[in-house]
C-alpha cells in the first residue's frame, strides 16, 4: 500500500522496499565502483562522482543515498556535506539540511509534514525523479595520469610583481566585514529554523 495512512514503523518499509525495488532495475549500482567481489573499497584516487545541479534530483539523491551500500553512501554523504547548496531557495536548503542529518529525521519529515503526499512521495520522487537521477548520476573511474612532480627552481618564484597603486584597498574597508557578518547572520538563521522544524516533527517520539 503506496500510502501515508500507516503507521511510522509501515511508512520506513514501504520506503525502503520501494528504492530497492527501484535500484534492482537501474544500472546504478553495476558500476566500476566495486572493485571486486572481495574488495568493495571506493577510493577517492580512483573514482569520480558527477552530481546534477537540479533541487528535483539532488532531492532524490539525498533520500536515495541513505540506502546505498556502505562504501557508496559514506562518499555521497561527505560530498553532499561540503556542498553549501546557495542556488537554491531557502525552504530547499532547510529540506535538505533536514535529510541529511539523519535517516531517521528524513524519515519523519517525509511520513509527518504535510509537504508531500504519499503519491508525491513514492510517484515522483521514488519514481519519475530517481530514475532521472540514475540516469545523470556518473560513477566512473578516474583515468590515470602523469605523476605531478614539484617544479624545481633557482631564486624565488615571486620577482617582486605588485598590484598597481589605484588598485589597492583602503585601510579602513569594512565591505567584507559586512558581507562576512550578514552571511554568518543567515547562516545562524537557517539553523535555527531547522532546529525548529526538527523539534516539531521529533515532538510525538
Given at each position: ?6 503507521n511510522l514503523?509501515?511508512f520506513n518499509?514501504?520506503?525502503e ?5 527501484k535500484?534492482k ?10 572493485v571486486?567481489?572481495t574488495?568493495q573499497?571506493?577510493?577517492d584516487?580512483?573514482f569520480?562522482i ?19 551500500p556502505?562504501n557508496?553512501h559514506?562518499?555521497?554523504y ?6 553549501s547548496f ?14 541529511l ?18 503519491g ?6 521514488l519514481?519519475?525523479?530517481?530514475s532521472?537521477l540514475?540516469k ?7 583515468r ?5 612532480y614539484p617544479?624545481?627552481r ?5 620577482k617582486g610583481?605588485?598590484?598597481?597603486f589605484?588598485s589597492?584597498?583602503p585601510?579602513e574597508?569594512?565591505d ?9 547572520k543567515?547562516k545562524?538563521?537557517l539553523?535555527?529554523t ?8 521529533q515532538?510525538?517520539?
Amino acid at each position: 500500500m503506496r500510502d501515508k495512512n500507516l503507521n511510522l514503523k509501515q511508512f520506513n518499509i514501504q520506503l525502503e522496499k520501494s528504492i530497492q525495488r527501484k535500484l534492482k532495475n537501474e544500472t546504478l549500482l553495476r558500476t566500476p565502483v566495486f572493485v571486486s567481489p572481495t574488495r568493495q573499497i571506493l577510493d577517492d584516487q580512483e573514482f569520480k562522482i558527477i552530481y546534477p545541479r537540479n533541487f528535483r534530483l539532488i532531492r532524490a539523491l539525498v533520500i536515495l543515498q541513505w540506502y546505498l551500500p556502505e562504501n557508496l553512501h559514506w562518499r555521497i554523504y561527505l560530498d553532499l556535506q561540503e556542498r553549501s547548496f546557495s542556488n537554491y531557495n531557502r525552504k530547499q536548503q532547510i529540506e535538505i539540511a533536514i535529510f541529511l542529518s539523519s535517516k531517521k529525521n528524513m524519515e519523519l519529515y517525509l511520513f509527518r509534514t504535510s509537504r508531500y503526499t504519499g503519491g508525491e512521495i513514492f510517484g515522483n520522487i521514488l519514481g519519475n525523479d530517481l530514475s532521472d537521477l540514475c540516469k545523470i548520476l556518473k560513477i566512473s573511474k578516474k583515468r590515470k595520469s602523469k605523476p605531478n612532480y614539484p617544479i624545481r627552481r633557482r631564486g624565488y618564484k615571486d620577482k617582486g610583481a605588485m598590484r598597481p597603486f589605484h588598485s589597492w584597498l583602503p585601510k579602513e574597508d569594512y565591505d567584507l566585514t559586512r558581507i562576512q557578518l550578514r552571511k554568518e547572520k543567515e547562516k545562524y538563521l537557517l539553523q535555527k529554523t531547522i532546529n525548529f522544524t526538527l523539534s516539531l516533527i521529533q515532538k510525538e517520539l
